[in-house]
């Protein structure tokens, strides 16, 4: 399992994103009522909806409008009949990409989708195109503090993880899908602080990208769908780990 360096970027755009807080906290709003509607809103049962919320408050997300999300799950409200849409494609450079979508108009989103990667030199592929070169597993991101990262990996196999990754700046955990949850949980017990936890698709193998022309027509290709108010979260198994 290859180990992937996207919070390094999103630690970076932190100051980006300040100026688009209400897109983002948008974002989660759809993220939490879908995950609702789909588990109940009760996050102690329902572990997709635990994760929106926790992704949501490391965002800084207030609890109003946590708690206005999760009732609309239940009010009827239009927000609620989102649906989930994977979009699978092909970037310059050949990095495989895929767009994970909440959307209410399939007719919208996949024209966006398309010309996001049409207008940056890449091709939008057909189901399964690219997701065989990744897995659904539980992503753990933590702080150091101060830690090695051999009393890490002891303290993160204790919780169930299956591997982990040491960065400059933070520590890595990897899980399957039923062992997220209490891995995070025990992480956290542990004293650890969870930057963000995630269910991700992450790469086999990371593609190393020398062309800077070509770095740049990726950073724009994954910028444009970040910014489309359908996408919640984009994948590759680009190595950008020059950005560490």
């Known amino acids: 399992m290859a180990g992937h360096n996207k919070w390094s970027k999103i630690k970076n755009k932190k100051g980006s994103e300040d100026a688009r807080r209400g897109k983002i906290f948008t974002k989660h709003a759809r993220n939490i009522t879908v995950a609702a509607k789909e588990g109940g809103v009760n996050p102690d049962y329902n572990p997709a909806l635990k994760t929106a919320i926790e992704k949501a408050k490391a965002d800084n997300m207030p609890n109003d409008n946590i708690e206005r999300a999760i009732k609309k799950?239940?009010?009827?409200?239009?927000?609620?009949?989102?649906?989930?849409?994977?979009?699978?494609?092909?970037?310059?450079?050949?990095?495989?990409?895929?767009?994970?979508?909440?959307?209410?108009?399939?007719?919208?989103?996949?024209?966006?989708?398309?010309?996001?990667?049409?207008?940056?030199?890449?091709?939008?592929?057909?189901d399964g195109s690219v997701m065989f070169m990744f897995e659904r597993k539980g992503d753990i991101i933590v702080d150091k503090a101060g830690k090695d990262i051999d009393?890490?990996?002891?303290?993160?196999?204790?919780?169930?993880?299956?591997?982990?990754?040491?960065?400059?700046?933070?520590?890595?955990?990897?899980?399957?899908?039923?062992?997220?949850?209490?891995?995070?949980?025990?992480?956290?017990?542990?004293?650890?602080?969870?930057?963000?936890?995630?269910?991700?698709?992450?790469?086999?193998n990371l593609i190393k990208v020398d062309d800077p022309s070509i770095e740049e027509k990726l950073s724009k290709l994954i910028d444009t769908l970040e910014d489309n108010d359908d996408v919640q979260e984009v994948y590759s198994n680009w190595d950008d780990s020059s950005e560490e």
């Open 73 to 126: 799950a239940s009010g009827g409200d239009d927000d609620a009949n989102f649906e989930r849409v994977i979009y699978e494609g092909y970037g310059p450079g050949g990095v495989a990409v895929i767009v994970d979508c909440l959307t209410d108009n399939k007719n919208r989103t996949a024209p966006d989708v398309r010309h996001a990667f049409d207008k940056n030199g890449g091709n939008l592929g057909t």
């Open 151 to 204: 009393e890490f990996m002891m303290d993160a196999l204790e919780a169930g993880s299956e591997d982990v990754k040491e960065y400059k700046e933070y520590f890595e955990a990897i899980t399957d899908v039923e062992s997220f949850n209490d891995a995070s949980d025990k992480l956290k017990e542990m004293g650890y602080k969870i930057e963000r936890a995630d269910l991700s698709y992450l790469a086999n």
